[in-house]
C-alpha cells in the first residue's frame, strides 16, 4: 500500500492540529490497535494507531470502533500515563515512517513530565512505544518486535530508532544533489533505483514519477538524461511543492468492479483506465475510507477466533459421531436375518445334532419354502445355537432404537451448531459476540462469562420495508428469532426461512392486510440475504403464516416446525437489503 513517509507527512500535518488538546480516553479494540480520544475547545477526535502488519498505519478516524469490556494490559498502561495529558507536539524525523506524539502529563506525585508515544508504522515490523521523559522505554504494544545487538524494545531500556539507510529526503535535497544521485546510482529499473535512492517513497509514487518522466515508458538509470531528467525532477519538485504547500489531491484507486487497491496524496496517471480515482478530502478521511471495511472484518474476526474455534471443533466431533453411529446402524440390517435363523432352528432341532457346523432347512416363511443353509457353532448343541441367534437379534434390535434416537439428536445438535456458525459469520458488533456467547453457555458450550460484568443488551431486531410500505422484521440471533417469532409476532403476520439452510427468522407484518406479491418476493430476498446461502443464487425460501409455526418441547434456541408452507426461490440482493433498510 502507498503509505510511505510522504504520506505520513501529510498525516502529520493533520494531527498538528490537535496540539493542545488532552486524551480523554483511550481503549484498545484489537491487539494490534490503539485509539486515542482527544478533546480540546473545537471539540472532540479520536486518533487511531494500528500495527497490523498489513494495514499499519496512524490518522484521526470517524469511524465507531467496539472496545472489549476489559482493556488489555497495554491499554491500561496507557490510560496509566497518558490520561488527561496534554498534547504538546507532533513529530517526524525527515521522512521516516515514525510519528512521534508529545505529552505533557502529571504523574502520581502531581510533577509535570513529558511522556512520548512513538507510533512505528513499518509493516510487519510496526510498533507502538511508549518512552518517558529521559528516552527509556515504559512498553511497547509489541515487546521485542524488532530485537537486535543495537536495539531492544523493553520496558527500562533506552529507545534508539531504527537504523536509518543513507537515503535523500526529497523534501530538502537540491536539484543537483538528485542528479548526482541518480549518475551513481548502478544500472536498474528507475521506479527501483528512486526507492533506494529517496527516504519516504512508496513504490507508486516511485511509480508515478518514472512514468511522467518517460511518457508512460519504463526507464532504467542509465536512460536519464537531458530532458527524461529534466521531466524527473520536474515530477519530483512538484510533489515536493505539494506536500510543502498543503495542496494535495487526495484519491483512492478501485477496479472498474469497485474493489479498492490502493490510495495517493495525488492523482495517480500511470493507471489510465484500468483504476478509476476517487477524490477524498483528506489523508484521514481516504485511510478511514479504504480501511473500513476490511479492518471492521478483521476485528470481528480477531474477537470471535475463539468462538470459531469452539464451534469448528464441535461440529467436526458431532460430524464424526454421526457418521460413526450410522456406520453401526447399518450393521443393524441383518437383525431380521437372524431372528429368521433363530426361528427355523428352533422349528427343527430334531433335525440337527451337537457338533454340526451348518443346517440345511426349509424356509416356510417363502411361498416355495426354499430350503436355506445357517451357520452353526458346533460347541452349541442346537437349541443353544437358536438362542444365539436370538441374542443377536434383541441386541441389535435395541441398539436400533437407540442409535436411531442418538442420530436424531445428533442431528438435531448438528443444525443447531450450523445456525449458530452462520449467525457468528454475520456477526457485526460486539455486541452480537457477547450476546452469541451468552447463548452458548447457556447450552453448555463455552463457560460462562464472569458474572460481574453487565450483560449485554440484546439489540432490537434489523429493521426493513417493501418497496409497497409493508415492515419486515429480521432477527439477529437464535434467541431473538424465539423472541420474534413465538412471541412479538401476530399470528397472521407472514413467516420466512431458508428452506433446510441456516438463517434467520424473518417476519412480514401484514397488520392485517394481505401481503403482495412483491412483499413476499422482497422479504425472501431478505431471508436469503440474511442466511448461510448469502452468495448463492435462486435459494429456496419457504414462508407461511406465524400461527402455523410451532417450537417442540425442550427444542434448542432457533428450531421450530411448521406447516403449510410455500416456497419461493430467490437470489439474495446486497443494494436491494440496503436500500429496504429502515
Known amino acids: 500500500m502507498a503509505f510511505d513517509g510522504a504520506y505520513l507527512y501529510t498525516v502529520a500535518r493533520e494531527l498538528t492540529g490537535l496540539i493542545g488538546c488532552r ?79 508529545e505529552f505533557q502529563c502529571v504523574d502520581e506525585l502531581g510533577d509535570v513530565v513529558q511522556k512520548t508515544l512513538a507510533c512505528e508504522v513499518m509493516g510487519r515490523y510496526s510498533n507502538c512505544v511508549l518512552i518517558d521523559g529521559e528516552g527509556k522505554v515504559i512498553d511497547s504494544l509489541r515487546r521485542n518486535a524488532d530485537v537486535t545487538r543495537e536495539r531492544v524494545l523493553l520496558p527500562g531500556f533506552p529507545y534508539e530508532m531504527p537504523r536509518r539507510r543513507a537515503q535523500l529526503n526529497f523534501l530538502t ?6 542528479r548526482n544521485a541518480l549518475l551513481l546510482a548502478p544500472d536498474a529499473p528507475l521506479d527501483k533505483a528512486l526507492l533506494g535512492i529517496f527516504e519516504g517513497v512508496s513504490p507508486l509514487l516511485a511509480r508515478e514519477w518514472v512514468y511522467y518522466a518517460g511518457h508512460g515508458q519504463a526507464l532504467r538509470t542509465g536512460e536519464v538524461s537531458g530532458d527524461t531528467a529534466d521531466r524527473l525532477l520536474f ?20 477496479t472498474p468492479e469497485g474493489t479498492l487497491k490502493d490510495y495517493c496524496f495525488m492523482r495517480p496517471e500511470q ?14 478521511e481516504t485511510l478511514d475510507a479504504f480501511y473500513a471495511q476490511r479492518d471492521g472484518e478483521a476485528r470481528m ?47 427343527n ?66 443444525q443447531y451448531l450450523e445456525s449458530v456458525f452462520d449467525v457468528l459469520t454475520r456477526a457485526e458488533t460486539l455486541t452480537d459476540l457477547s450476546l452469541l456467547r451468552e447463548e452458548l ?65 424473518v417476519i412480514l407484518v401484514t397488520n392485517g392486510r394481505e401481503p403482495t406479491e412483491t412483499a413476499i418476493r422482497e422479504a425472501a430476498v431478505l431471508a436469503a440475504y440474511h442466511s448461510k446461502a448469502r452468495d448463492s ?19 434448542r434456541p432457533g428450531m421450530v416446525i411448521f406447516t403449510h408452507q410455500q416456497t419461493v426461490y430467490v437470489t439474495p440482493d446486497a443494494a436491494l437489503c440496503e436500500r429496504l433498510s429502515r
Not at 483511550?26 to 471539540?43: F, K, S
Not at 429456496?540 to 406465524?546: E, S
Open 441 to 505: 453457555a447457556a447450552q453448555g458450550y463455552v463457560h460462562r462469562p464472569n458474572q460481574k460484568q453487565k450483560a449485554p443488551r440484546q439489540q432490537p431486531p434489523m429493521q426493513y420495508e417493501t418497496s409497497d410500505g409493508f415492515s419486515v422484521l429480521v432477527g439477529r440471533n437464535n434467541r431473538q428469532n424465539d423472541q420474534l417469532t413465538l412471541r412479538e409476532a401476530s399470528r397472521q403476520d407472514l413467516w420466512l426461512h431458508t428452506q433446510n439452510i441456516p438463517g434467520s427468522h
Open 23 to 101: 486524551v480523554d480516553r483511550i481503549h484498545q479494540p484489537t491487539r494490534d490497535e490503539v485509539l486515542l480520544r482527544m478533546r480540546g475547545r473545537e471539540g472532540a477526535a479520536a486518533v487511531l494507531v494500528s500495527v497490523s502488519g498489513g494495514s499499519a498505519r496512524i490518522h484521526l478516524t470517524q469511524i465507531p470502533i467496539e472496545s472489549p469490556a476489559a482493556p488489555p494490559m497495554f491499554c491500561m498502561l496507557l490510560r496509566k500515563h497518558l490520561s488527561s495529558g496534554k498534547l504538546t507536539g507532533v513529530r517526524q524525523e525527515g521522512l521516516e515512517r515514525i510519528l512521534f506524539l
Open 301 to 347: 474476526k480477531q474477537r470471535a477466533a475463539d468462538l470459531f474455534r469452539i464451534l469448528m471443533t464441535r461440529l467436526e466431533r458431532v460430524s464424526r459421531k454421526l457418521a460413526h453411529q450410522r456406520e453401526e446402524l447399518s450393521r443393524t440390517d441383518s437383525m431380521a436375518q437372524d431372528r429368521l435363523y433363530g426361528e427355523l432352528l428352533s422349528a
Open 349 to 414: 432341532l430334531y433335525r440337527i445334532e451337537k457338533g454340526d457346523t451348518a443346517a440345511v432347512v426349509e424356509n416356510f416363511y417363502e411361498p416355495d419354502c426354499p430350503s436355506v443353509t445357517i451357520p452353526l457353532r458346533s460347541s452349541l448343541t442346537p437349541a443353544q445355537n437358536a438362542q444365539a441367534y436370538f441374542t443377536r437379534y434383541r441386541k441389535a434390535e435395541t441398539a436400533r432404537e437407540k442409535l436411531a434416537e442418538q442420530i436424531g439428536q445428533g442431528e438435531e445438535e448438528l
Open 271 to 284: 493507471y489510465g483506465s484500468l483504476m478509476v480515482c476517487v477524490p477524498c478530502a483528506s489523508a484521514s
Open 537 to 555: 443464487s435462486q435459494v429456496p425460501v419457504d414462508y407461511t403464516k406465524v400461527c402455523y409455526v410451532k417450537k417442540p418441547g425442550g427444542a
Open 235 to 254: 515530477a519530483i519538485s512538484r510533489t515536493k511543492q505539494m506536500l510543502l504547500e498543503n495542496t494535495c489531491a487526495f484519491h483512492l484507486l478501485r
Open 173 to 178: 535535497a537540491d536539484a543537483d544533489t538528485v
